[in-house]
């Protein structure tokens, strides 16, 4: 156990290494329980800079105590993704959130092409957000509607891919990393990537490696902060 001292309540910068199957909200909430379990403090101030999603794992930071009020500031970094483009087949969710809903062929795909298109996809462009997704509409989440097959309908954001590198094809799996900005949702670029191939793919796995000046090797697993909290000294920290 390393001998660190953090002041959790003064505030602090956590980096979680999410599993799958989490929401980033169940992050916060354990860490939180974990916390105010750990003070005394029946509503310990606890956020996270950036969600993922619950079948994405990776890099989430987590704030605390007085560090809450940046979180923002740190949600506006640009990001670093790896992750597999299943070709070929698609879901409504662009992921595997639902189930598979069309196929497509793929035979007329090169990895020359795949390499092609990637290049293609960088620098500043429009994106539309998937109906299933956490962005209000009228008040309402998206993916809320999309569940029970309301018609959804998103705007395009602005976002900018500085960097599109293909790192392994197996068809019809391929393997990418990605660096963009704040709001892009690799989902989309799934889709997006699988009509640009006369075809269709889906994201079939999703690693979040990097946000801004932090990354996910300095993380660590949810049950390692909690070991940390739970060995914690608690000192005086808000003088």
């Known amino acids: 156990m390393e001998n660190t001292t953090y002041q959790f309540r003064k505030g602090e ?7 799958l199957d989490w929401t980033s909200f169940d992050v916060v909430n354990k860490l939180r329980w974990k916390l105010s379990k750990k003070y005394g403090i029946k509503r310990f101030k606890v956020g996270h ?3 993922l999603d619950p079948l994405a794992s990776g890099l989430l930071i987590i704030c605390t105590g007085k560090s809450t009020k940046i979180s923002q ?3 506006s970094e640009d990001k670093t993704y790896t992750g597999t483009f299943l070709l070929g087949k698609t879901t409504p969710s662009y992921d595997l959130e639902e189930e598979f809903d069309q196929e497509f062929p793929i035979d007329h ?3 020359q092409a795949v390499k092609e298109t990637a290049v293609k996809f960088t620098g500043e462009q429009k ?3 998937p109906i299933f997704s956490a962005k ?3 008040g309402k989440r998206a993916y809320e509607s999309a569940r029970k097959g309301e018609t959804v309908v998103l705007k395009e954001n602005d976002i900018l891919i500085h960097s599109f590198t293909i790192t392994a094809i197996r068809f019809p799996e391929v393997d990418f990393e990605i660096k963009c900005s704040k709001g892009t949702y690799i989902r989309s670029i799934a889709n997006d990537f699988g ?3 006369d075809s269709g793919a889906t994201l079939v796995a999703l690693r979040r490696t990097q946000s801004g000046d932090f990354l996910l090797e300095n993380a660590k697993s949810f049950e390692e902060w909690a070991e940390i909290i739970e060995a914690s000294e ?3 920290e808000l003088n």
């Not at 910068?13 to 599993?19: E, F, I, Q």
């Open 73 to 75: 500031d740190l949600t």
């Open 109 to 111: 795909i090169t990895e």
């Open 13 to 19: 910068v956590l980096l979680v290494d999410k599993p």
């Open 127 to 129: 994106q539309t957000p």
């Open 136 to 138: 209000k509409v009228n």
């Open 195 to 197: 009509k640009a191939l």
């Open 234 to 236: 608690m000192v005086d």
């Open 49 to 51: 800079a950036g969600t």
